[in-house]
């Protein structure tokens, strides 16, 4: 190798440390905020969703519950659910979902309300059993929540209406089951598809909706 060779080398590998490798400029910093948000958003906050949600289901409810897997965009603020199932306290399957996709965006500063491009629920699956006249299993689900404790200004304010725009809210493919133990002779009756699409649901003042509800 040259001497001019090996001087242009060290020459950029100086000026690389300088320029952008140097803790003392902003621009590193720009660097290193940019790739924690990255990594943080690709890796470590699906990490974190799903066992915080897990754990939260398991220890307020008493009951347990499966995620396949998380997806998080951190640049195009979308988040996916793969395979979540909820299993009652006696282990049948009491709620489920294929897939769920939020995409929330940026505008909801512009609006000044939560805003969202697309929330679609793919193959939501609810298990609905009734026991006696005013016992069933959504009840005992209920029964188990625990009671928020709220101030006084906090219970106030949960009253306003929030404000909300979705673009596009859909269920794709559900389905259920009804079973009721009240007769003699128990019943079963399977309920689906059930297909929701609704278009600009929203909770702001001089906007409108259009939505449109399909259920077989």
């Not at 979308?78 to 909820?86: D, V």
């Not at 699409?197 to 449109?212: A, K, M, S, V, Y």
Request: hydrophobic share 40%; net charge neutral; no cysteine.
């Amino acid at each position: 190798m040259k001497a001019t060779d090996t001087d242009s080398s060290k020459t950029k590998s100086k000026t690389l440390r300088t320029l952008w490798l140097n803790p003392r400029r902003k621009r590193f910093w720009g660097i290193f905020m940019f790739l924690a948000y990255t990594l943080a958003g690709f890796f470590l906050v699906p990490y974190l969703v799903k066992n915080e949600i897990i754990d939260l289901i398991q220890e307020d409810l008493g009951r347990t519950a499966s995620i396949e897997k998380v997806q998080v965009n951190p640049f195009k603020l979308n988040l996916r659910f793969f395979g979540f199932s909820l299993q009652d306290s006696d282990g049948e399957r009491l709620i489920s979902f294929d897939q769920l996709h939020v995409n929330l965006q940026l505008s909801s500063i512009y609006h000044r309300a939560w805003t969202f491009d697309e929330i679609t629920l793919t193959g939501p699956y609810l298990l609905f059993e009734r026991y006696a006249r005013e016992t069933s299993r959504l009840g005992h689900l209920l029964a188990d929540m625990p009671a928020p404790e709220e101030s006084r200004e906090e219970a106030e304010s949960s009253r306003s209406r929030p404000r909300l725009l979705i673009h596009q809210l859909a269920i794709r493919e559900g389905h259920g089951l009804l079973k009721d133990n009240l007769p003699l002779n128990s019943v079963e009756l399977p309920l689906g598809p059930i297909n929701v699409e609704i278009q600009q649901l929203n909770t702001l003042p001089g906007r409108d909706g259009r939505q449109t509800v399909s259920i077989a």
